[in-house]
C-alpha cells in the first residue's frame, strides 16, 4: 500500500530531543519536497517545516527555527525531523506529507509528541 | 494568529451550496497559489485544492476553488453529510518565508 509511515513520537521532558522519522512505504519519497505539519489536539494545523527533494532548501516556521532541523536521507527514503530544546509548545501530532500542495499530495496518519514532566 | 483568516464555521443543509473565504494579504494570497485541504474526524489532512482552483483527481466536482486579490473561496455545492469536516487553506508568505494554514473553517450540515 502506498502511504508515508511517521514514527519516533513519544513523551519527552522539558528541554529534551525527541527525533522524528517519515518513512515512505511503495512510495518514492525522494522525488518530492516533504512537509512537516503539527496539530494540537482538537486544533488547526501548523505548518512546521518542509525540505526539497535533495535536501539543499529547508524552511522553518518562527517558532521551531533554530531548535528544529529537517533533514532527509534519499537511500532510506526517508525524512527526519530532530527537534531539541522542547517545550509544552511543542506537543502536538505531527504530520509529514509529500508534495502538499501538488496533486500527488500524501500525508502520514501522524506520530504523537508530548513534552511534559 | 495566523496571517491568513477563515470564519470558524460554515453550514448548510443537504443539496445546498455552501462557500467560505480565506483571505489574506499581498504578501501569500496577493502573489503566491492557495491550496485548501479537508479532514475528516480523527483522520488526517487530504487535498482538496491546489494551485487556486485545481482539483485532484479522485476528489468530486462539487468542490471548488476560486482566488480574486487577497482572498481565496472553497465553494461546496450539494452539500452531504459526509462532508462535514474541518477545511483549511494553505499559502505561501513572501514576508515570513514560511507557509502558513488558516484557522480553519468547520463545516456542519444540517
Known amino acids: 500500500e502506498v502511504q508515508l509511515v511517521e514514527s519516533g513520537g513519544g513523551l519527552v521532558q522539558p528541554g529534551g530531543s525527541l527525533r522524528l522519522s517519515c518513512v515512505g512505504s511503495d512510495f518514492n519519497l525522494n522525488n518530492y519536497w516533504v512537509t512537516w505539519v503539527r496539530q494540537v489536539p482538537g486544533m488547526g494545523l501548523q505548518w512546521v517545516a518542509n525540505?526539497?527533494?535533495?535536501?539543499?532548501?529547508?524552511y522553518y516556521v518562527d517558532s521551531v527555527r533554530g531548535r528544529f532541523t529537517v533533514s532527509r536521507d534519499n537511500t532510506r527514503n526517508s525524512v527526519f525531523l530532530q527537534m531539541n530544546s522542547l517545550s509544552a509548545d511543542d506537543t502536538a501530532l505531527y504530520y509529514c506529507?509529500?508534495?502538499?500542495?501538488?496533486?500527488?499530495?500524501?500525508w502520514g496518519q501522524g506520530t504523537l509528541v508530548t513534552v511534559s514532566s | 494568529q495566523s496571517v491568513v483568516t477563515q470564519p470558524p464555521s460554515a453550514s448548510g443543509t443537504p443539496g445546498q451550496r455552501v462557500s467560505f473565504s480565506c483571505s489574506g494579504s499581498?504578501?501569500?494570497?496577493?502573489?503566491?497559489?492557495v491550496s485548501w485541504y479537508q479532514q475528516l474526524p480523527g483522520t488526517a489532512p487530504q487535498l482538496l485544492i491546489y494551485?487556486?482552483?485545481q482539483r485532484p483527481s479522485g476528489v468530486p466536482d462539487r468542490f471548488s476553488g476560486s482566488k480574486s486579490g487577497t482572498s481565496a473561496s472553497l465553494a461546496i455545492s450539494g452539500l452531504q453529510s459526509e462532508d462535514e469536516a474541518d477545511y483549511y487553506c494553505?499559502?505561501?508568505?513572501?514576508?515570513?518565508?514560511?507557509?502558513?494554514f488558516g484557522p480553519g473553517t468547520k463545516v456542519t450540515v444540517l
Open positions: 494553505l499559502v505561501w508568505d513572501n514576508s515570513l518565508d514560511f507557509c502558513v
Open positions: 506529507s509529500s508534495a502538499i500542495a501538488a496533486p500527488e499530495s500524501l
Open positions: 525540505i526539497n527533494q535533495d535536501g539543499s532548501k529547508k
Open positions: 499581498s504578501p501569500n494570497i496577493g502573489k503566491n497559489p
Open positions: 494551485n487556486n482552483d
